[in-house]
C-alpha cells in the first residue's frame, strides 16, 4: 500500500542562519510521483484572501528580518596576560577545552569558527614573521600543520587541499603580518568495510576554507585562525574578513 505523503508549505525565514531541511526517502515503485489536479486545490474566496494577506504581512517581514541580519555586531576579545586582540561577532560563544589560546564558534554553523594559537615561549625566539620566509613559504608551512592535525586512520579517506593565497601586510600598529588562505575537501566511503569495490562510494564530507593571520610578538609567533563551510564563506566574506584585519599583537608588560 502507497503511502501519501502530505507537505504543507509555509515561508522561508530569511536569516542568516536558515538552513534547508532536506527527506531522503527511496521512493516506492507502487508511488506515484504525478499530482492529481482535480482534487484538492479548490480554495475558497475568503480563504485565498486570507492567503494574500498573510502572504504579504510574512514577506514585510521577512524584509526587517534581512535589513536586520545584515548589519553584525562585533566584540573585543583582548588578551593582555598573552598579548594579543581580536574583534569577533558578538553571538558567536566561546568553547572551553578546545585546546586553543582561546576558542569561539558560531551557534548555528558549528563548523565555523575562530581560534588562536601561540608558540611555546620556551622553545621558539621569533623576532618577526619573515622568520617563516616569505608569506608563499609561510602558507605552505601552515597547510602542512592543517593536514597534520586532520590526519585520519579511517580507511578510504582522503583529504584535498589547495592554497588560495597568500600575502603580507603592516597593519595600523606598524607590525608586519602574513595571511593565508587554503580550501580543504575531505573525502571518505561511505561504507569502507565493504569487500567489492562498487560498494565503496566515495562521498565528500566537509569543503571548508581556511583563514590564517600570522604575526610576532614577545618572541612568540601568534596565528588567528578561521575556519568556515566553503559555501558560508561565500555569503559571510566580508565579516570575515574584518575579523582577520582586526587581529594584533602587543607587548605583554612583564
Known sequence: MATLLAISYSPKLNTPHSRRLT????????????????????VPRRNAMALILSGYILSISNTQNTTFAQSVVY???IDSFDGYSFKYPGNWIQVRGAGADIFFRDPFVLDENISVEISSPSSSR?????????PEEAGKKVLRQ??????????????????????????????LYYQVEANIKSYASNNELAVMPQD???????????????????????ELRLQTPEKTFIEEENDLRTIMDSFRVNKVVA
Not at 621569533?126 to 617563516?132: A, C, G, I, T
Request: net charge positive; hydrophobic share 30%; glycine share 6%.
Open 23 to 42: 527527506i531522503n526517502s527511496t521512493p516506492s515503485p507502487s508511488v506515484s510521483c504525478m499530482l492529481n489536479e482535480s482534487k484538492g486545490f479548490a
Open 75 to 77: 566584540r573585543e576579545y
Open 126 to 134: 621569533y623576532k618577526s614573521v619573515e622568520d617563516l620566509g616569505s
Open 146 to 175: 592543517y593536514l597534520t592535525e586532520f590526519m585520519s586512520t579511517r580507511l578510504g579517506v582522503r583529504r584535498e587541499s589547495r592554497i588560495i593565497s597568500t600575502s603580507s601586510r603592516v597593519a595600523n600598529d606598524g607590525k
Open 200 to 222: 565503496r562510494v566515495v562521498c565528500m564530507e566537509w569543503d571548508r576554507r581556511y583563514l590564517s593571520v600570522l604575526g610576532v610578538e614577545n618572541n612568540q609567533l601568534y
